[in-house]
């Protein structure tokens, strides 16, 4: 898990400036058969200072994520993982303490299955293949009320990606079948290194919401200290607009970070500085 | 703990096939005296796709139980474990992932305490003796009420078992005093083994709810695979019918298992298969 | 943590005798960067079966605590500790196995920031520095409303104390501004230890409250025995009483305790016995 302390700004919210915290704890459980199967289960807790919702006494566990592996296969079942969210380069450029709102991760613009340490996420199943250059996800949800959880989305969503890594570039190309008009529909991903600079270019069809593109890129500028940043422009008529962003990482060792960003959210401001380490 | 997933039927139900899952989190911390006493507390963490009550944010703890042993004697403090829930022979022939309902534990088809992973269960103390071939439990919950606990169960339990194990075969007779005339007065069980096979006979007397009879057992059928299966007949007037079950479970060693079973509950079939594994 | 079980006898109350058990889970993080910045968090989880507001599945672990510590410094962020609440002195004469209501504890008859393993406390920050014979602590909470976390309390308050330690003598002077009129302005504590006995004098100015004062000590009888004891005069027009109570601690060895006690709260009796454990 990890914990991370600052302090966060959001320009034009009713309180602008507010302290933030986040405390995450993954307790992970695993087996393993005398065939060699690996059997596992986990479950996060978080508790958020800064987001509603997540105050003392309603925080709570996440809804678990189960699975066996045997070589190059995983089978997960429970909270699903999701294959758009989990694609090589998704969440390229990625800044800050907090993210920022990851506006640089465009399926967000349209809708995916994405798991979700806070909450229940939807119940269904992936299975996941990486063996050499390639990987393969494939993800499942079911429609929700059929499975007795209580939780009422009707959507059903099937995705996938594939991904090919060779030499210093890795290529992915993810698609969704669904239930909702605006979710993504297909994402695509390039990803090359050049020596301290990584880059990725990234689209997605984001459906009824239009499709969406950028840039996210990091840059090692010292032995401890790299420079992240994205452009973004999201096509849907609602916003038709760019998100730009930057962001510092100074890793301290042991696990320790100080972490800052901002970003310029479709003309709203958003910024953040803290400390983060993981355990 | 233990993790476990895999496929739930329910004849007749809005949703006859699920995808079914849990995971349970225990933990005990103890301490030990300079005097020998061990002192010991535990709560359970249980989180359940299947079931509702048991989705994020509403899954939890279950109320702690504590303890102190010293030599043979065990006093328990807090939820009540319960002596009928936990006397010898009680869950004879359990089958499949998830018990199918447990329809073989005859007590259940009157009522007494019993300790809950995933709820508040009932708040008392246990009395607990061990020693050579001889078990003594004796187990008491006053009037929820008047506890001030929350809870509004006005209901007062004693009850109490005493079990004698001879060579191949154990038998064990309880009894309860309790303020609900649906509730068990007595149960009493006899257990034997015969090579690879162990049988029980169960008779139970749940008192406005008429008495309960049936055999439960399980057969080793391989050096990791077993059968278990039961009969009982509940002559509750509101039922007079026969539950009968059958299932398997093969040992994948690590203390992971594929198991199974189906169940002709009352005329209603439930079955399911799955992996689980402990932890 | 800890884990307690034992009796509570409250005079008067609907149900005098209860059960009484509380189960405490301490979750602490840490992590060290390579200049030796210490970072740490720590949330707690509390059920007690005695308390209403602590029963199964309302139970949950408290907002988060997250620091960062270097040489004498440490900066605290999240819940609030609070300078009164960490005063040395502030607890001396404490009793029985639950505390018996803190009765000598004399801010609690005003009001300040203090840390709650079992809710959410108040949001803020703290800065401790202990070097030598020194000890300094200031707290920090702002309007809770301005901080998005859902809590609703507009108080502000800030706090120190400044503590000094000379041979066998301990003095602490602390002072606080806050926003309500009830809340302490000031506490002093002289603290002098003589062979087997340690004895505190404590006055704390508690504003719209008045004043309060009292003396409060332990006393070691025997080679694992300690009798504690208060007495306490809170002149808060409302009250204008004597708080006087006594206990033992019996050190059974391995973290395991016997305690209990008997206070007289201004003219209502309470007494608890009971074993504790710590873990």
């Known amino acids: 898990g990890y914990g991370r ?56 566990f996440n809804t678990p994520r189960f699975w066996v592996s045997t070589g190059p296969f995983t089978v997960s079942v429970g909270q699903t993982l999701g294959a758009l969210e989990f694609m090589p380069g998704a969440y390229a450029g990625s800044i800050g303490l907090t993210g920022l709102g990851y506006h640089n991760v465009l399926y967000t613009y349209g809708g995916a299955d994405a798991y979700s340490s806070g909450s229940s996420g939807r119940q269904g199943v992936d299975v996941l293949y990486a063996s050499g250059n390639w990987g393969v996800h494939l993800s499942y949800s079911p429609d929700q009320t059929t499975q007795n959880t209580g939780l009422t989305d ?57 499709d969406a593109y950028g840039v996210g890129a990091t840059y090692q500028v010292g032995s401890a200290t790299y420079i992240s940043g994205y452009v973004t422009q999201n096509n849907d008529p609602a916003v038709d ?13 042991g696990g320790t970070f ?7 959210a479709a003309g709203t401001t958003k910024a953040d500085l803290g400390l983060r380490f993981s355990f």
């Open 154 to 210: 009707t959507n059903e969503r099937i995705a996938g990606y594939v991904s090919y890594t060779m030499a210093n570039y890795t290529f992915a190309i993810g698609g969704q079948s669904s239930d909702a008009a605006g979710d993504t529909d297909a994402v695509v991903t390039a990803a090359g290194t050049w020596g301290n600079l990584e880059a990725t270019l990234m689209y997605a069809d984001n459906g009824a919401n239009d």
């Open 5 to 60: 302390f600052g302090v966060y700004y959001d320009e034009g919210a009713a309180n602008e400036t507010t302290i933030e915290s986040r405390f995450r704890l993954v307790v992970t459980a695993t087996a393993e058969s005398d065939n060699g199967l690996s059997f596992g289960a986990q479950i996060r807790y978080q508790a958020n200072e800064h987001a509603d919702g997540y105050s003392t006494r309603t925080a709570g």
């Open 258 to 264: 100080l972490e800052g960003g901002v970003v310029d």
């Open 241 to 253: 607009d760019t998100y730009a962003g930057i962001g510092f990482q100074h890793r301290l060792g």
